[in-house]
Nanobody, 124 residues
């Protein structure tokens, strides 16, 4: 089976920084796009950043310049560096990966996997 596990969330003051990590493990054949989403209380989940397997990136317009997504394909890990954090950035951050597994119920075709989420709280 495939698992995505996020880490790095926590409580930070406004203006501070956090670095989130998301490691994919299990019977992975290949990973295509990896993304970060977030969901604030009472709001819909929104896309934060995308990174393709060859390193191309895209961001939500409101986050450009503050957040940076990167990945280490040797470790099947995606990162989100968040700088100049604001209270409005408070949310649960989720990792998503479009990958092909070699074993399990979705083996042999691309399927979207999700992590369990990590809480980021920015205090004013």
């Amino acid at each position: 089976q495939v698992q995505l596990v996020e880490s790095g969330g926590g409580l930070v003051q406004a203006g501070g920084s956090l670095r989130l990590s998301c490691a994919a493990s299990g019977s992975i054949f290949s990973i295509n796009t990896m993304c970060w989403y977030r969901q604030a209380p009472g709001k819909q989940r929104e896309l934060v950043a995308v990174i393709t397997s060859d390193g191309r990136t895209n961001y939500a317009d409101s986050l450009k310049g503050r957040f940076t997504v990167s990945r280490d394909n040797t470790k099947n890990t995606v990162y989100l560096q968040m700088n100049s954090l604001k209270p409005v950035d408070t949310a649960v951050y989720y990792c998503n990966a479009a990958l092909i597994s070699s074993f399990g119920p979705h083996a042999g075709y691309e399927y979207d996997y999700w992590g369990q989420g990590t809480q980021v709280t920015v205090s004013s």
